[in-house]
Nanobody, 128 residues
Framework: QVQVVESGGGPVHAGGSLSLSCAAS????????MAWFRQAPGKEREFVAG????????????DYADSVKDRFSITRDNAKNMVSLQMNSLESEDTAVYYC?????????????????WGQGTQVTVSY
């Protein structure tokens, strides 16, 4: 079993920055990929950024949605079983509930159904 918990959400002005953290616990050795998704009111959940790695490996591969490319950065801390999402140059369109997800698949891609474990979500609100 794997548990996922996000933190770091909150209000921020447009152009500002915010950092989100996601901690995984339990059988984390079965997790080979983690990602951030977001969902705004009335909209479908969308992929934001993700990372995948080789078991016992120290390096990881990242993937970003075009809408956040060059603004967001996802990093993995294997020792702490955590992934972080550094968000810069935030825009009003970034307002959403951000979810952290973990997958036992090595190549879950951007498909939400390929991620078995989800956090409760953390609200990010970008004001003008």
């Amino acid at each position: 079993q794997v548990q996922v918990v996000e933190s770091g959400g909150g209000p921020v002005h447009a152009g500002g920055s915010l950092s989100l953290s996601c901690a995984a616990s339990g059988r984390t050795f079965t997790i080979y990929s983690m990602a951030w998704f977001r969902q705004a009111p009335g909209k479908e959940r969308e992929f934001v950024a993700g990372c995948r790695w080789i078991p016992r490996g120290t390096s990881y591969t990242t993937d970003y949605a075009d809408s956040v490319k060059d603004r967001f950065s996802i990093t993995r801390d294997n020792a702490k079983n955590m992934v972080s999402l550094q968000m810069n140059s935030l825009e009003s369109e970034d307002t959403a509930v951000y979810y952290c997800a973990a997958s036992s698949f090595t190549l879950p891609g951007r498909t939400s159904q390929r991620y078995q474990y989800w956090g409760q979500g953390t609200q990010v609100t970008v004001s003008y």
